[in-house]
């Protein structure tokens, strides 16, 4: 059973965090809402890094919700095939950017509230989009942010989805800094696997799991 933060651990874990990695982006690469969703939508269950290397032709065939509204399925499947899961997500894909179009007059609504309306788009992925690019005051919950605030003590809740509701009740400000926070701090320090508990991690003194990884 995970031991719980104390009111004044979280508070210094928040301050920690946000030293830490105040002004930090995602790191997918967009120029645009259309292309932030598209590549949220491309990320789960795969890394930044390989959607980052899918994007450009995906975005150079379809530039906007128009265009890919219209596409043929085949074509968006064979652009994104080294992406997970990429048969379900082409379908997505095609989906949302016509729920743009026939439902918000081909403008993706920057809504958290509208965004999960559009075929394909969950609260989570609405979530990283509004965090991303409106800095809003919310949490998402992915793999890094689960593993990541389970070992600090700041949820002891079984799904992403009541771990978003708990880190947001615990934490109340600066979520759009401390989701990110978490979630490259997940993927370069508090690794699954190895964890740099003894010669990066900054939050040591609050880690309720470090014994686990302390070398045998
Ligand atoms: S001590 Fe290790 S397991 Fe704990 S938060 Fe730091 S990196 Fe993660």
């Known amino acids: 059973m995970v031991k ?37 939508m491309l990320s789960a269950q795969c890394t930044d890094k390989r959607v980052n290397i899918i994007t450009p032709a995906l975005f150079q065939a379809y530039p906007d919700p128009q265009s890919l509204a219209n596409a043929d399925l085949e074509e968006v499947k064979s652009l994104i095939k080294t992406c997970s ?73 079984p799904t992403a989805t009541k771990t978003a509701e708990q880190l947001t009740k615990r934490l109340k400000t600066d979520l759009h800094t401390l989701h990110q926070a978490m979630v490259l701090f997940g993927r370069y320090i508090c690794t699954a696997k190895n964890p740099k508990c003894e010669t990066e991690c ?6 309720k799991s470090k014994e686990s990884f302390k070398a045998k």
């Open 4 to 40: 719980k933060a104390t009111k004044k651990e979280i508070e210094a874990i928040r301050e920690k965090f946000v030293e830490q990695y105040s002004g930090a982006v995602t790191e997918l690469n967009y120029t645009n809402l259309y292309e932030l969703l598209v590549s949220v």
């Open 85 to 157: 899961f990429f048969n379900n997500k082409a379908k997505n894909l095609i989906k949302m950017a016509q729920s743009v179009c026939d439902d918000f007059a081909g403008e993706i609504p920057l809504d958290p509230k509208e965004l999960v309306k559009l075929a394909g788009v969950g609260e989570k992925t609405a979530n990283v989009v509004m965090i991303e690019y409106t800095g809003a005051n919310l949490m998402a919950v992915d793999t890094h942010v689960f593993r990541v605030s389970h070992r600090l003590g700041l949820s002891d809740a």
């Open 202 to 207: 900054f939050l040591q003194e609050f880690c």
